[in-house]
């Protein structure tokens, strides 16, 4: 057989740790805390079967959710991205300037398309979500993690980094971050803005979680502080409306976003039109703001549910993030566990979660001792008894 | 702003073409033999919403298909794949070798991302579908065109060229193909099967057309020839199901398919969850038989209007392809007309149809008075009309 391209020797480590976290929770006497999805219970399942049943008709929209539809996505859906979700948050957006994607990350992949050489450095978040940076080294970029306190990514470490590398993009998720649950403050949000323009590197602002709000003030998008046209605003409906949809959108200016559509074409044509338009329909029919407001109070339970019994369950010693929004906590274990070892026990006590380690790019060693939780789609009950689980597989390393 | 990547530059006159083909045609008194949509009459509008009803249901498929979704497909779509649409060609297929894919030009996208480093080399027809190489383009190959007669593909000429350039890949579209609707007879798809194992070459066999056959005799995919595993076999949904579903597939030998499974994860995660179970869905509960024929008797009766049109309209000298099947037919106007020049005049005539020269690589100046004429989605009356202006635009130019 010919020789695989050279980008699969680059993508191998991380497509290796990609393929552990989606294979290995199949046990359904298993409680995970691995995955990233919403809350299956608030799939806004009768609302969308209400619409379809509408759509789905010659004389409405049928032909146009069957046939073949713009390469920039559905103009009513673009239209709701820039009046209904980005206007409230400060940007002023022209639809046209914003591109629908089949689902959140394709946007990296695009990105990476029309931006990255072999060789070019990205700067990450350590830890990042590593799901990104295996489409960085697919496109053969070099990652280079930045450091993160309490409060995220500090932007001192970026600014030495980008002189020290010169890197193309900073790669950020900037609120209940993946996989630590952090929150940028506005302060650094704008001087990353600001570093972007100055050292002309792009901002690539992942912002998937940030309608999931539970506690704590808004803050506005990196992308709002920016002058120069260098941020660019990656979002997803998967967690406000539905992962299994696949649906993105990214904003930019338009000289990059011409060139995206260009990428987009050349990679799938389109997104899915009726997943496009059951979207669309569902903001227009005004299901999202009660839609929103379950969602916030489904996650918000669980996550208190998952800080009580971190409380009761962790050792003494042991240090986790309170989320103010989103799916995840960080927990940074006492002593010196390999939670990468500790995780092919964790079997036993039918509990998982995803080990540290593959969140630092590069093999650091850092995390070594950390796990992400996610409490997206465990009941509240599960979570009392997976996080049981979990303490007293803990305790017996202790 | 950071300069764009490499690819872009390779991928910008065949990107251009692109974005002129399906950025010209929106007046809608114009008559349009451009695109390469079926016929918008035969979408199964109605018993998609009748599936859609029974599915977006929270005690039926409704958390299944708004959920994140395995990334290989759905199970049950890549079981149909097997038994119905490639065990009744010859090809036996075990499920967990294909994979499901965000409409077939994906898998050109992501056969490239697996195999192509920059500067392979691909053999593509000549002509050929010029969508393909803006995606060949932005993976920076080098298209190389391989001489085609009136059956296709011309086996020596490829052989030569393998011998010459040492290619990755030859691209082929072996029924009813795009631009021309010729179709490659079974001793020359043998022929490319045996050349793809003998040399090490990936025979990419892209097959969307196959079964909307009109006339004449069903051959066998390429794909079961072969006895090594060279031969990738692309498909799509777009003609037999829907277009704007965005759905596709592909089957490959495990090696492969595993590869493209991690591309796919860095791509876009997986393919929209909803249009993957109403199509599985279409093909469950038996609407495919039945809506086959309807789509063949629209077509054919379209593609003998578009074959009495040309009959009628075209002066002396002109030369078309007779298609038995698919979407398209290609003219050879007479003299040194340009068709490219004759594009821009036919406007004023409310006719359009895609110039010839964009199909073949490299700016050769092949095909500069050809045209591709695409009937699926232009009725028998405006068929007979839009043909009617071509002929008068093109016998103003004699």
Redesign the interface.
């Given at each position: 057989?010919?020789?695989?391209?050279?980008?699969?020797d680059c993508?191998a480590g991380s497509?290796a740790i990609?393929?552990g976290l989606?294979g290995a929770m199949n046990d359904p006497e298993t409680i995970s805390f691995g995955?990233g999805?919403p809350a299956?219970e608030a799939?806004?399942?009768?609302q969308?079967?209400e619409i379809?049943?509408d759509v789905?008709?010659?004389d409405s929209r049928?032909?146009?959710?069957?046939?073949?539809?713009p390469?920039q996505g559905l103009k009513q859906l673009r239209e709701i991205v820039a009046g209904t979700l980005l206007a409230p948050r400060g940007i002023a957006v022209d639809p046209d300037d914003v591109l629908i994607?089949?689902?959140g990350?394709?946007t990296m992949?695009l990105l990476?398309?029309?931006?990255?050489?072999p060789g070019?450095v990205i700067l990450c978040e350590s830890p990042t979500f590593v799901?990104c940076v295996?489409?960085f080294e697919?496109f053969e970029a070099k990652c280079i993690g930045c450091r993160t306190d309490d409060l995220g990514l500090d932007p001192e470490d970026v600014e030495q980094k980008i002189l020290q590398y010169r890197p193309?993009?900073v790669y950020v998720i900037p609120t209940f971050q993946n996989p630590t649950g952090r929150t940028l403050p506005a302060d650094r949000r704008e001087r990353l803005a600001e570093l972007g323009s100055r050292y002309?590197?792009?901002i690539l602002e992942d912002d998937p979680y940030r309608d999931l709000r539970y506690s704590g003030e808004e803050l506005r998008p990196i992308r709002s502080f920016d002058r120069t046209?260098?941020t660019v605003l990656a979002n997803s409906f998967?967690k406000i409306f539905?992962?299994?949809?696949?649906?993105g959108y990214v904003y930019a200016?338009h000289?990059?976003i011409e060139?995206l559509v260009?990428?987009k074409?050349?990679?799938?044509?389109?997104?899915?039109?009726?997943?496009q338009i059951?979207c669309a329909e569902f903001f227009a029919r005004g299901f999202y703001e009660e839609h929103l407001k379950k969602l916030c109070a489904i996650h918000r339970e669980r996550r208190d549910a998952m800080m009580a019994a971190l409380e009761k369950n962790m050792p003494e010693g042991t240090r986790w993030v309170f989320p103010d929004g989103g799916l995840f906590s960080w927990v940074e274990l006492p002593g010196d566990i390999d939670t990468t070892e500790l995780l092919k026990e964790a079997a036993a006590y039918r509990v998982a979660f995803i080990a540290g380690a593959g969140f630092f790019v590069g093999n650091t060693g850092e995390g070594k001792n950390c796990m992400r939780i996610s409490y997206g789609n465990v009941t509240p009950e599960k979570i009392e008894i997976g996080m049981k689980r979990l303490g007293d597989l803990i305790r017996s390393k202790l």
């Open positions: 057989m010919p020789d695989f391209a050279k980008r699969m993508m497509a990609i393929r989606f995955g999805a299956s799939l806004p399942v009768e969308l079967r379809a049943a789905l008709r010659r049928g032909v146009e959710a069957l046939q073949y539809g390469v994607v089949n689902g990350l394709e992949n990476c398309q029309v931006f990255i050489n070019d799901h295996e489409i697919m193309k993009m002309d590197v792009i046209g260098h998967s539905s992962p299994g949809s696949r649906l200016d000289g990059i060139k260009d990428v074409t050349a990679t799938n044509s389109h997104t899915s039109m009726l997943p059951l």
